[in-house]
């Protein structure tokens, strides 16, 4: 009796869809987004030069290769400059954009509409209405402020959230709910400043313009801290927001649980821009500009996290870069600059949506 020896035959070599390649770690694999990947390279060369031009023009210059002695920790003449005034506010900068840019991917993702980030839709008016109110009633500590804008940010987003929800998150009334609540927030805010010491008023009125000015460790570590805890729950968003990113009947069928992931994604982008309001102030546009920039960039079908991050950082660091820089010795906030170029790109959208038939 002969025996049939069937040949094994051979693995097939996985395919990957136009625009991706495979990558193999160890015995898996999973595909990457060339387009994506480039333009998070190419985002993170930018900021790293955007970050030692930073560090090198001020009121005296400090050639490069000495700010790359500071921060490799060797010794250098410059380290006053670099190391004590300049790098901590710039790391403060550096964490703040990088929250913000995450923070507006994740709720325009949700929303499903450019507009919704967290300065449009009354996010940061809540942190800063409680931030502020607690600064006129005598809270001054840098310590207790970025908690306040945590608790203040999201009891505003669980208001537009609730009242937003009918049987399902619809995005335009998301949207418009939250611009209602952004403009009852800045009323508030206002009626502190008005019944506050004219002297807590005004650092108030500088806070609320998303300043850099005189930022230090004390800002930069907690933070820094906070978005390291926050990193295992922004990779299990970067995977939720593809379901998520899919229209509801598609996403149903394939056994997403909708109401809870898109809640956890709110949640997650609520906590990042509001401990970033809580380090700088309600820095504008910025969570409104990154994640539209990266997407347009990237060309994806959800808006990337890791590159919106990243642009977030590089429009902030640039952005306080300039403000130092444009009328010196006079300084600027930074919310200044931002809002300059945010503000034109908002009219854009809406013109764009208009013409679009409600789609931007």
Not at 10 to 23: E, F, H, L, M, Q
Not at 124 to 147: C, D, E, I, K, N
Request: hydrophobic letters at 55%.
């Amino acid at each position: 009796m002969t025996a049939v020896v069937e040949k094994a035959r051979p693995a097939r070599p996985r395919v990957s869809p136009p625009g991706y390649a495979v990558v193999r770690a160890g015995r898996g694999s999973f595909l990457l987004h060339r387009r994506a990947a480039g333009a998070a390279v190419a985002l993170a060369v930018l900021l790293a030069v955007v970050c030692v031009t930073y560090l090198s023009v001020g009121e005296s210059f400090v050639p490069p290769s000495e700010v790359l002695k500071v921060i490799l920790g060797q010794p250098s003449p410059d380290e006053l400059v670099v190391g004590t005034l300049r790098l901590p506010r710039m790391v403060t900068g550096l964490f703040v954009g990088l929250a913000f840019g995450v923070a507006g991917a994740l709720i325009q993702t949700v929303a499903r509409n450019p507009l919704a980030s967290p300065d449009i839709i009354g996010i940061s008016q809540g942190a800063g209405a409680l931030t502020v109110g607690a600064m006129t009633f005598g809270v001054t500590s840098y310590t207790a402020l970025p908690y306040l804008s945590v608790v203040g940010g999201i009891a505003a987003a669980a208001l537009v959230y609730v009242f937003a929800w009918r049987g399902g998150l619809h995005a335009t009334r998301f949207v418009l709910i939250g611009i209602g609540f952004a403009i009852a927030l800045r009323s508030v805010t206002t009626l502190f400043l008005t019944k506050g010491d004219y002297l807590v008023a005004q650092q108030a009125q500088v806070w609320m313009t998303g300043s850099l000015n005189g930022r230090g460790w004390e800002e930069a570590t907690p933070l820094g801290w906070v978005l390291l805890a926050l990193l295992p729950a922004v990779a299990w968003a970067a995977y939720a927001q593809r379901s998520v990113s899919l229209d509801d009947d598609t996403a149903t069928a394939l056994g997403v649980r909708l109401g809870g992931t898109r809640l956890g994604l709110v949640l997650l982008g609520v906590v990042l821009a509001s401990v970033a309001t809580g380090a700088a102030g309600p820095v504008d546009f910025v969570a409104l500009l990154a994640p539209q920039i990266a997407r347009r960039m990237t060309r994806t079908a959800q808006i990337p996290l890791l590159c919106s991050a990243l642009m977030g950082a590089v429009i902030v660091v640039l952005a306080d870069l300039l403000a130092r820089k444009l009328f010196s010795p006079t300084e600027l906030p930074v919310g200044v600059l931002t809002a300059a170029v945010g503000a034109p790109y908002l009219i854009w959208l809406i013109v764009r949506s208009r013409t679009a038939g409600g789609t931007a």
